[in-house]
């Protein structure tokens, strides 16, 4: 069984939204967060929730995108709204210990879900 499974990419126009879903099959009591990476440029942290619900976003998408989990631990989201061509990425979610956008302390990692948005 995979233990994280990302769906929800696709295009997009510039403003528009999409809410990505991560079904999460590993230990419930983990750090989660979504990092992305564009095509030539580094992996780079999004946003990330913590055991205890709070919360932490990266400058580029404070105010924009918003990450959850639903009460059964099973499912993380990221609601991305008013987009931008610049968050085009593939996007993945992942689990680990608890330090907030570092993907040194994630250690279970999805395969991604491609966001496309166009000007």
């Known amino acids: 069984q995979v233990p994280l499974v990302e769906s929800g990419g696709g295009s997009v126009q510039a403003g528009g939204s999409l809410r990505l879903s991560c079904a999460v099959s590993?230990?419930?009591?983990?750090?989660m967060g979504w990092f992305r990476q564009a095509p030539g440029k580094k992996r780079e942290g999004v946003a990330a929730?913590?055991?205890?619900?709070?919360?932490s976003y990266a400058d580029s998408v404070k105010g924009r995108f918003t990450i959850s989990k639903d009460n059964a631990g099973t499912t993380l989201y990221l609601q991305m709204s008013s987009l931008k061509p610049e968050d085009t990425a593939m996007y993945y979610c992942a689990a680990g210990r608890c330090g907030g956008l570092r993907q040194s302390e994630y250690n279970v990692w999805g395969q991604g879900t491609q966001v496309t948005v166009s000007s």
């Open positions: 590993v230990y419930s009591n983990l750090c």
């Open positions: 929730i913590d055991t205890d619900g709070s919360t």
